[in-house]
């Protein structure tokens, strides 16, 4: 079993990176990380690295977010170890070549398949909310696609980074996987290097700095970016339910969590009830408050910290529940807030934190209305109602995924391809979806000789040709 000390952040130097991006490159063409054996025995070593490590990544998530022990082991080690094991399972059955659909009949000779070719050589830049199940999870689909790949974790989960470098380094083919750890000097320098798949996972502002670098090259991304959430509960909604299941939505994590809702639209009739009922909630699940609690988390640094408390200072709303904030601990209360305008500062921005801002509306199509006007298309969307309103909503509201009736559990469902839309990103993966994002669905015809005296209607001269079909 690994130690659970927290080793000091170290960022790789950044003269090795070319030739760091070289070997992979190289492992990549030698063609051995193409055999389905290959890809299982690297994903099982992974396992049980990832198993070995769990006290040294709850150690880490403790330092770096004060993540609680099981929500590391439910949306970290656990998350990623079942991934493995689906991905595992199923993986011989996904590299089999496919046959083309409804085919004409004469060109079923040709035997027309689609491979599963793995793109190649692919970089991973994992984001700090969940820095375990962000990096690894798009690596464990690089690796099961067949590719080589370098994995960038976030620098602001300066210990949780170290951890997964041991991780890779102890368990994976160092010619094929590797870890380099650092900020923007060194992410700057992995994107000057040539990659066949760049899987990015943050905010849009730095997804548009990765695009726009990826499109002088032509290479392909997978941007999974954020967005402003909403949740709509409507008069029909059960108001304990909805309750529960939103101020769970901003208690994981602290609130930083990608697809936690970012404001909460109630329509009127039942506003008080629901009030009431968030906070019998919140007194069941923290009964002496959040911040002695070992169950609640914090906000991962300085910056971020300062960043919520100025949109909660910024607000015109109104405080109705917590409000606390502690400098020197990180620490935001969940803090719900009744706003009365679509454009507040808690709703302007994305959160990324405990913050509930509550807005009164009118109607379902209210809130249609104000969703969609909210210039930015969300990751998620949280309906609550009766099925007709639900289904209204649904339709008529993009989002990346939706849950109806709960918060992000869509995000958690682990067969389900997880992605947005719009600016809240593009591309998907988890189940089969990590699969299918570093693989090259090819088209492969064959053409046998004994065809030629069918196929040579088709060379010139055309003339009287063109009656035979
Ligand atoms: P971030 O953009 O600050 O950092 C993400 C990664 O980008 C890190 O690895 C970082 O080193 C790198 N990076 C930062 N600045 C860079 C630069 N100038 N050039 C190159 N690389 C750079 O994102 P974050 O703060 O870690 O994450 C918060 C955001 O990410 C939120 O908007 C959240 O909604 C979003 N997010 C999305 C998902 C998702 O799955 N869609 C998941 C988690 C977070």
């Not at 506003?271 to 609690?293: C, D, M, R, V």
Request: hydrophobic content about 40%; charged content about 20%.
């Amino acid at each position: 079993m690994t130690s659970a000390k927290i080793t000091p952040f170290e960022a790789t130097d950044v003269t090795t990176i070319p030739s760091t991006v070289s070997r992979v490159q190289a492992a990549f063409r030698s063609q051995k990380t193409k055999p389905l054996e290959y890809r299982l025995s690297q994903l099982r070593k992974l396992y049980w690295a990832i198993h070995d490590h769990s006290p040294a990544l709850v150690e880490a998530c403790k330092s770096d977010l004060g993540k609680p022990v099981f929500e590391t082991y439910l949306s970290e080690i656990d998350w990623c170890k079942n991934d493995i094991v689906f991905i595992t399972k199923n993986l011989a059955g996904w590299m089999k070549d496919e046959k083309a659909p409804d085919i004409p009949l004469m060109n079923t000779l040709m035997k027309p398949t689609i491979r599963k070719d793995p793109l190649g050589a692919v970089l991973v830049i994992g984001a700090y909310n969940f820095p375990v199940q962000l990096s690894l999870g798009p690596f464990i689909g690089a690796i099961a696609a067949g590719c080589t790949a370098v994995l960038k974790p976030s620098e602001v989960s300066p210990a949780t980074a170290m951890v997964l470098k041991s991780i890779v380094e102890s368990s994976l083919d160092p010619d094929a996987y590797t870890v380099v750890n650092g900020g923007i000097q060194e992410t700057t320098a992995l994107l000057n290097e040539k990659w066949d798949k760049i899987f990015y996972t943050g905010s849009a502002n730095v997804g548009t700095i990765i695009a726009k670098k990826a499109a002088e090259t032509l290479t392909p991304v997978c941007l999974e970016l954020g967005g402003r959430n909403p949740a709509v509960v409507t008069k029909n909604a059960d108001a304990r339910l909805a309750a529960r299941r939103l101020v769970w939505g901003k208690l994981l994590n602290a609130g930083q969590v990608c697809i936690s809702q970012n404001y909460t639209m109630v329509e009127r009739e039942i506003l008080p009830a629901f009030i009431e009922q968030l906070k019998i909630a919140l007194k069941e699940f923290y009964p002496n408050g959040t911040k002695s609690s070992p169950d609640f988390a914090r906000i991962v640094n300085q910056r971020h910290f300062q960043r919520i408390k100025k949109m909660l200072d910024d607000s015109k709303g109104k405080i109705l529940i917590g409000g606390e904030v502690d400098e020197a601990e990180n620490f935001i209360d969940i803090t719900v807030v009744l706003v009365n305008d679509i454009n507040d500062s808690m709703i302007v921005d994305e959160s990324f934190g405990p913050l509930m801002p509550i807005l009164p509306i009118d109607s379902v199509e209210e809130a249609i209305r104000l969703a969609n006007s909210v210039h930015s298309t969300p990751l998620g969307f949280y309906p609550f109602g009766n099925k007709a309103e639900t289904t209204k909503m649904l339709n008529e509201v993009r989002s990346g995924g939706a849950t109806v009736n709960d918060a992000f559990f869509h995000g958690a469902i682990p067969t389900l391809a997880f992605g947005g839309v719009g600016d809240s990103g593009q591309g998907a993966y988890r189940g089969k979806a990590s699969f299918d994002v570093f693989t090259h669905r090819r088209s492969v015809a064959t053409t046998p000789g004994w065809m030629e005296k069918l196929l040579e209607v088709r060379y010139p001269p055309y003339a009287g040709k063109l009656s035979r079909f």
